[in-house]
């Protein structure tokens, strides 16, 4: 499977500040990545879908000037949360749409950024 | 609207076995999936069901009913490292996936 990395593993910041996340496929070229959330003891809440040339498509409730999505090659996604604050405070994932058939389309999923606002 | 239902926790025994239930409701379906989550990390893939019935895959089974529209994950001689959340996930007609809860599975000596 396709092997995706995230950098960086968790960052704290102060509040006001902006936090960028990368998101790599190392082996593979991803045309489209999700952009995932997560808080503690809850599922996975996609943010967004990141399309390799195109703008990113934001999930209904997530302010696409907040959450700044740019998927500039096919191995590099980026999310950077703008003006954070504590209540973004989350377990950040992405993860990477592989497969050839259209039914089976898999996930690969990077390690996370635990992201801590103060 | 799209629903997955799971149980929030589950205990069992070392070396037991362990059934993980899975009911959902989407518009549309691609497919099933269930994901292995250690705490403070990222999903990791255990299982793809698109047809009805049982996949095997060593200690651990998967079995789909689409009529039903239910799921279960089977782990079989469980260890202690399968001390986890297992997240079901369903791909929906626009290919995106509605993810379950999670249920943490905790492992008793």
């Known amino acids: 499977g396709a092997v995706v990395s995230q950098h960086p593993s968790w960052v704290i910041c102060k509040s006001g500040t902006s936090v960028k996340i990368e998101c790599r496929s190392l082996?593979?070229?991803?045309?489209?990545m999700f952009w995932y959330r997560q808080f503690p003891k809850q599922s996975l809440m996609l943010m967004a879908t990141s399309n390799e040339g195109s703008k990113a498509t934001y999930e209904q409730g997530v302010e696409k000037d907040k959450f700044l999505i740019n998927h500039a090659s096919l191995t590099l996604s980026t999310l950077t949360v703008t003006s954070a604050h504590p209540e973004d405070s989350s377990f950040y994932i992405c993860s990477v749409l592989a497969g050839g058939s259209s039914s089976y389309n898999e996930q690969f999923f990077g390690p996370g950024t635990r992201l801590t606002v103060l | 609207g799209q629903n997955i239902d799971q149980p929030t926790e589950m205990t069992a025994t070392e070396g037991a076995i362990v059934q993980i239930n899975c009911t959902y409701q989407t518009s549309g379906f691609n497919g099933l999936f269930w994901y292995q989550q250690h705490a403070g990390e990222a999903p990791t893939f255990l299982s793809y069901n698109v047809l009805d019935g049982l996949e095997e895959k060593g200690r651990f089974s998967s079995f789909l009913s689409r009529s039903k529209g239910y799921s279960y994950l089977l782990l079989k001689e469980l260890q202690m490292k399968d001390s986890a959340s297992y997240l079901c996930?369903?791909?929906?007609?626009?290919?995106?996936?509605?993810w379950g809860a999670g249920t943490k599975l905790i492992i008793k000596p």
């Open positions: 996930a369903v791909m929906d007609s626009n290919y995106q996936l509605i």
């Open positions: 082996d593979f070229q991803a045309t489209t």
